[in-house]
């Protein structure tokens, strides 16, 4: 079954988590943390990193609630932050 057959029209979906993709190299954890916590409480941010400990261009950041997400997400979906 499709996942937009089991959802119920109308039901809002309830999320915390995102996922942040295309980050800048020079953009850290503290800069995103900055910027993002302008629409809520963060309660994990990461910025994923391979062996090496450079980033790989792509993290997550969990708010509090999903009214902060759904904030963040509507604010941020396309912002550039650093040179990307």
């Known amino acids: 079954m499709?996942?937009?057959e089991r959802t119920l029209p109308g039901a809002e979906l309830?999320?915390?988590n995102l996922y942040v993709k295309n980050i800048d190299p020079?953009?850290?954890e503290?800069?995103?943390t900055q910027?993002?916590?302008e629409f809520g409480k963060i309660t994990n941010l990461?910025?994923?990193k391979d062996e090496d400990n450079q980033p790989k261009g792509?993290?997550?950041i969990n708010f509090e609630t999903p009214d902060e997400a759904k904030q963040a997400v509507e604010a941020m979906n396309g912002a550039v932050l650093g040179n990307y």
């Open 2 to 4: 499709k996942k937009s």
């Open 14 to 16: 309830k999320f915390t």
């Open 30 to 32: 503290e800069t995103l």
């Open 46 to 48: 990461i910025i994923m």
């Open 35 to 37: 910027k993002f916590s």
């Open 58 to 60: 792509f993290g997550f």
């Open 26 to 28: 020079d953009v850290t």
